[in-house]
């Protein structure tokens, strides 16, 4: 290497060089960095999202501990923070791993290992790909065969309610089409500024968009002690009062409910869409868990199978955006990121601005809309799949649903516990009584008393749940999410562990005359 040129000697090597370089630099002044906390957008830094925040972040310092030292007093931590099923042991789906396995490696088409049903499907998604391959771009919206697919799941799911292909957009998950509709509604300024009514208890991906959009957040609260049930009354009030400081716009529902596992009655759905189409409000329906349903008293309904058989006045006009998912349901496929959403009554001139927006992102992944096609379009009763898929998808089913009814009764047993029926999803949200002591402690070290009490059964136990706080809850109230996902003997486990901890915990902070008692 010839380093001579300039003052630099001829003899002077380019580790001298650079010595001397880096020594002048750190002499003189350093240089700034444009992005710092102070010059960062604020609203990113407003952002939270509780299901992947700082209780996670110690599980995974815990678990690198274990594996380097493992002085813990427990051998594992065992993460039921999230719904993802894989993640805790679920099995894939073999029908759908062996259609995607198709269309991502074609040479396995001529394999006799493969069946024909599988091959069928795998072939025709790869004929709707640009050079009938996975890995080329899409239209923005997705295959437009898919699209025809979902339309026809939709038809036959709702009995027939008819479904326009052309209203299905394809999505990265249903957490991409959710922020694209809240990213088209925010407007405004001031008092005219997008309200946006969300559950309390929410997902947390809704007032995480919600704070980055600038947008205001319109609480209304379900009521825990009838289910979780959503109340007309309470929308009413939450719509009144919001009116005086934003422009309400938008109402989402979460149906069957994260985190609460409710599964909304029927005439629980007629009157909030009376409601929406009464105060010109955007109806959001997130319907991931529409298959998740395990209380033989319930019966999923879709908001827009209930909005058709309310009459044309209302089907033709309430504006109504539905998303579905791979993540959740039977599959559980969430690294695929596939999704759907069906929108009904846009304006025209919306609609292209929606294509627009989605063109940006170019398109969903391509293996993400081949596995949604599989969940929409399924084995048939005459094709070779169809009794291992159903047996599949029953088995996952039925042991969510026994899942959920051993979780409610062991954590109604414990006292000082309280937890409602799960009626669906994938989630238990019990009510926690937290003695004044422990509030007391966690206000004097600036966090929410829930947050103290997770972070303790973190550290003692390795359970990793998630804090009520970071969904919501009524004032002076205190809960834990957590996923019913664990296979059942892990579950038991975990739900072992809660009790004895929570035991341990009221006996921690308990008065003396508690104590005495």
Known sequence: LNCSGGTVPVTTDCKSLWIRVSDKSAAGKMREKTLTMETLNPHVKAVEYAVRGPIVTKAGEIERDLQEVNVQPFTEVIKAN??????????????????????????????????????????????????????????????????QDVASYIEQRDHGVPADWENVYLTTGASDGIVSILRMLVSGQGSSRTGVMIP???????????????????????DEDNCWALDINELHRAYQA??????????????????????QSRKCIEEV???????????????????????????????????YEMGPEYFNSVELASFHSTSKGYTGE???RGGYMEVLNLDPDVRAQLIKLRSVQLCPPVSGQAAMDVIVNSPHPEEPSYARFHEEKNAVLGALAEKAKMTEQI???????????????????????????????????????????????????????????????????????MTILPPKEKLKVLLDKVRDFHIKFLKEYATLEEQLR
């Open 82 to 147: 999230i719904g993802d099923a894989h993640a805790m042991g679920q099995q894939p789906i073999t029908f759908l791993r062996q259609v995607v396995a198709l269309c991502t490696f074609p040479e396995l088409l001529d394999s006799p290992t493969f069946p024909e049903d599988a091959k069928k499907r795998a072939r025709r998604i790869l004929q709707g790909c640009g050079g009938t391959s996975l890995g080329s771009y899409t239209a923005s919206q997705g295959v437009d065969f898919i699209r």
């Open 242 to 263: 919001a009116k005086q400081h934003c422009q309400p716009r938008v109402l989402c529902i979460i149906n069957p409910g994260n985190p609460t596992g409710q599964v």
């Open 200 to 222: 309390i208890p929410q997902y947390p991906l809704y007032s995480a968009a919600i704070t980055e959009m600038e947008a205001v957040q319109v609480n209304y609260y379900l």
């Open 411 to 481: 954590l109604n047993g414990v006292p000082g516990i309280r937890c409602n029926p799960v009626q669906g999803a994938m989630y238990a949200f019990p009510q926690i009584l937290l003695p004044p002591k422990a509030v007391e402690e966690a206000k004097a070290l600036g966090m929410h008393p829930d947050m103290l009490y997770c972070l303790r059964l973190l550290e003692e136990t390795g359970i990793c749940l998630v804090p009520g706080s970071g969904f919501g809850q009524r004032e002076g109230t205190f809960h834990f999410r």
């Open 273 to 307: 869409l009376h409601f929406a189409y009464e105060e010109n409000l955007f109806v959001m329906s997130d319907e991931v868990y529409q298959d998740n349903v395990y209380s033989p008293d319930c019966e999923f309904h879709s908001f827009k199978k209930v909005l």
């Open 334 to 336: 969430c690294g695929f």
